[in-house]
Antibody, heavy 119, light 107 residues
Framework: EVQLVESGGGLVQPGESLRLSCAVS????????MSWVRQAPGKGLEWVAT????????YFLDSVKGRFTISRDNAKNSLYLQMDSLRAEDTAFYYC????????????WGQGTLVTVSS | EIVLTQSPDFQSVTPKEKVTITCRAS??????LHWYQQKPDQSPKLLIK???RSFSGAPSRFSGSGSGTDFTLTINSLEAEDAATYYC?????????FGQGTKVEIK
């Protein structure tokens, strides 16, 4: 069974940092592109970042470029999102999701972890 | 950035009724359009990929059609468990984007 489990969310003040993790099981992690998608409470979905199978390509939403870093450890079946200089508008549920190709769908999602940025 | 516009934003429907949700892209995206269902307090689940291909496990009453800029998600014979928000998503061009969502309520 494919499983993606996020962790690391919490309440932080503006300007602070947070690192999210996504532990996966039930599939060959190194075969898939992995992404983070967020959803502000009561709002729609927004793609945040994506990383290629071997980590050699990374893509980011313009509003997080220079502040967020995506990485993965294929030996640990884990995906990460390092979030620095957090802003109130980064408050959201953060989901990890997998895709097989750049142009393909997000076929499985985690349950999400809530990041709240507030003073 | 490709903007996806869904209509309607909200629909209140009687069980067994047919539901049609449309998604219009601001530029042609071929068939790189996918549909998700999100129930309250749950993560999104894939229903339809590449405009018309059913995802494994999705109920057969869900179907998709379209190409280019105009796409449709159809729910044949709505069931109570289909109460959810439905999103379209394009994977043609970065940044990948989603429609604003269509909330389907059961009367």
């Amino acid at each position: 069974e494919v499983q993606l489990v996020e962790s690391g969310g919490g309440l932080v003040q503006p300007g602070e940092s947070l690192r999210l993790s996504c532990a996966v099981s039930g599939f060959i992690f190194s075969n898939y592109w992995m992404s983070w998608v967020r959803q502000a409470p009561g709002k729609g979905l927004e793609w945040v970042a994506t990383i290629k199978q071997d980590g050699t390509e990374k893509y980011f939403l313009d509003s997080v470029k220079g502040r967020f870093t995506i990485s993965r450890d294929n030996a640990k079946n884990s995906l990460y999102l390092q979030m620095d200089s957090l802003r109130a508008e980064d408050t959201a549920f953060y989901y990890c999701a997998r895709k097989y190709l750049m142009s393909s769908e997000f076929d499985y999602w985690g349950q999400g972890t809530l990041v709240t940025v507030s003073s | 950035e490709i903007v996806l516009t869904q209509s309607p934003d909200f629909q209140s429907v009687t069980p067994k009724e047919k539901v049609t949700i449309t998604c219009r892209a601001s530029q042609s995206i071929g068939t790189d359009l996918h549909w998700y269902q999100q129930k309250p307090d749950q993560s999104p689940k894939l229903l339809i990929k590449h405009a018309s291909r059913s995802f494994s496990g999705a109920p057969s009453r869900f179907s998709g059609s379209g190409s280019g800029t105009d796409f449709t998600l159809t729910i044949n014979s709505l069931e109570a468990e289909d109460a959810a928000t439905y999103y379209c998503h394009q994977s043609s061009n970065l940044p990948w984007t989603f429609g604003q969502g269509t909330k389907v309520e059961i009367k």
